[in-house]
């Protein structure tokens, strides 16, 4: 972080300067970004997407590894409905991604309800479905350190999980998979999404999507979390989804459903850089949400037009300052220009 003036401070972003990359996309939740201007999205057929710097793309289905004797088989759009599809979580659906060390596809699918692993042809194998014997849940995120460690965020154990939405139950948490397989590090979580460290990785940062906050621990050496505290403001203006670090030390956020991009400062001031809500759908969205009735019907009419359901963010481009949007109900990435660069993930260096 830099002590001149936050480049934020009176910023927004122009819509009439956003783009697009891609087309046809299923549910591009998160995006990775590479050096060479690639960007590889989840899909909600089973794969990802590769999206090259030309604007071509690739759609790359996994092929699962089962016993030596058995046929593999690719997976395969099925044609489910949006209450199957976002609501009951059928079918494989990738969420979270990250780049293993030498460049596979670590996902958290939030419809097989596991941690895999995907080869960039498209050779798909399960890490995980299990923690301490019982069903793993809505694994959200996953996320590689330095230490070539995988955390992993867990939303909830409720099924179906938009239950928590009302319920608030604070049974999301964070595992941590290394050399000694895979154990939780951190839980009581209120719908925990995105996890991100920042560029010492002293804290790991947790949104905590129903609890409208952001959480971060203090990262010790063998992996175990502590001093836990919450992180800006007791209670952000909707429901934080994903996040990013810039080089500064703002800390970028999305809120899905009424499709915002807030930034908090290192001081802990919220600053709005896009707002694509709608004030009609936000206002009823927001009554329910208060008085926990929210219905599927009513999420599912509450979003904005530029990005859908706007679940996260990715900084890239040759100079870092190339913001990508993610969504749930999208079916391209628009992109702008940033006056601030993004704090480079592990695979950037």
């Given at each position: 972080m830099?002590?001149s003036?936050?480049?934020?401070?009176?910023?927004?972003?122009?819509?009439?300067s956003?783009?697009?990359?891609?087309?046809?996309?299923?549910?591009?939740e998160?995006?990775?970004?590479?050096?060479?201007?690639?960007?590889?999205?989840?899909?909600?057929?089973?794969?990802?997407?590769?999206?090259n710097?030309?604007?071509?793309?690739?759609?790359?289905?996994?092929v699962?590894?089962?016993?030596?004797?058995?046929?593999?088989?690719?997976?395969?759009?099925?044609?489910?409905?949006?209450?199957?599809?976002?609501?009951?979580?059928?079918?494989?659906?990738?969420?979270?991604?990250?780049?293993?060390?030498?460049?596979?596809?670590?996902i958290?699918?939030?419809?097989?309800?596991?941690?895999?692993?995907?080869?960039?042809?498209?050779?798909?194998?399960?890490?995980?479905?299990?923690?301490d014997?019982?069903?793993?849940g809505?694994?959200?995120?996953?996320?590689?350190?330095?230490?070539?460690?995988?955390?992993?965020s867990?939303?909830?154990?409720?099924?179906?999980?938009?239950?928590?939405?009302?319920?608030?139950?604070?049974?999301?948490?964070?595992?941590?998979?290394?050399?000694?397989?895979?154990?939780?590090?951190?839980?009581?979580?209120?719908?925990?999404?995105?996890?991100r460290?920042?560029a010492?990785?002293?804290?790991?940062?947790?949104?905590?999507?129903?609890?409208?906050?952001?959480?971060?621990?203090?990262?010790?050496?063998?992996g175990?979390?502590?001093?836990?505290?919450?992180?800006?403001?007791?209670?952000?203006?909707?429901?934080?989804?994903?996040f990013?670090?810039?080089a500064?030390?703002?800390?970028?956020?999305?809120?899905?459903?009424?499709?915002?991009?807030?930034?908090?400062?290192?001081?802990?001031?919220?600053?709005?850089?896009l707002?694509?809500?709608?004030p009609?759908t936000?206002?009823?969205?927001?009554?329910?949400?208060?008085?926990?009735?929210?219905?599927?019907?009513?999420?599912?009419?509450?979003?904005?037009?530029?990005?859908?359901?706007?679940?996260?963010?990715?900084?890239?481009?040759?100079d870092?300052?190339?913001?990508?949007l993610?969504?749930?109900?999208?079916t391209?990435?628009?992109?702008?220009?940033?006056?601030?660069?993004?704090?480079?993930?592990?695979?950037?260096?």
């Amino acid at each position: 972080m830099v002590s001149s003036a936050n480049p934020l401070k009176d910023w927004r972003v122009d819509r009439h300067s956003i783009r697009t990359i891609g087309h046809d996309l299923q549910r591009p939740e998160c995006i990775l970004a590479e050096r060479d201007g690639t960007l590889w999205a989840a899909d909600a057929r089973g794969g990802v997407m590769r999206i090259n710097p030309d604007g071509s793309q690739q759609l790359i289905l996994p092929v699962v590894e089962r016993a030596p004797d058995a046929e593999p088989t690719q997976a395969q759009e099925d044609g489910t409905s949006f209450e199957e599809r976002y609501v009951q979580a059928q079918g494989s659906l990738p969420n979270g991604l990250a780049f293993a060390e030498n460049g596979d596809i670590i996902i958290a699918n939030w419809g097989t309800d596991a941690v895999e692993i995907m080869t960039r042809d498209g050779r798909l194998r399960t890490l995980y479905r299990e923690i301490d014997g019982q069903p793993l849940g809505k694994a959200n995120f996953v996320l590689r350190d330095s230490k070539n460690r995988i955390w992993l965020s867990v939303n909830t154990r409720e099924h179906p999980w938009t239950n928590q939405l009302n319920t608030r139950t604070a049974d999301g948490y964070i595992a941590l998979i290394d050399e000694h397989g895979i154990r939780i590090v951190a839980e009581g979580f209120c719908g925990t999404n995105e996890i991100r460290l920042d560029a010492r990785e002293e804290w790991l940062y947790v949104v905590e999507s129903t609890a409208w906050r952001i959480s971060r621990l203090r990262v010790q050496p063998d992996g175990s979390l502590t001093d836990r505290e919450i992180y800006g403001p007791s209670r952000l203006p909707g429901f934080p989804d994903g996040f990013a670090f810039d080089a500064y030390g703002n800390l970028w956020v999305t809120l899905i459903f009424t499709d915002q991009l807030i930034a908090i400062t290192p001081e802990g001031e919220v600053l709005t850089l896009l707002d694509d809500s709608h004030p009609e759908t936000q206002a009823r969205l927001f009554a329910h949400y208060e008085s926990h009735t929210l219905t599927p019907e009513i999420l599912a009419a509450t979003h904005g037009t530029i990005a859908p359901w706007l679940a996260s963010l990715t900084f890239g481009g040759p100079d870092l300052r190339t913001v990508y949007l993610g969504s749930l109900r999208g079916t391209t990435i628009p992109y702008f220009r940033s006056p601030v660069p993004g704090l480079p993930m592990i695979h950037w260096h």
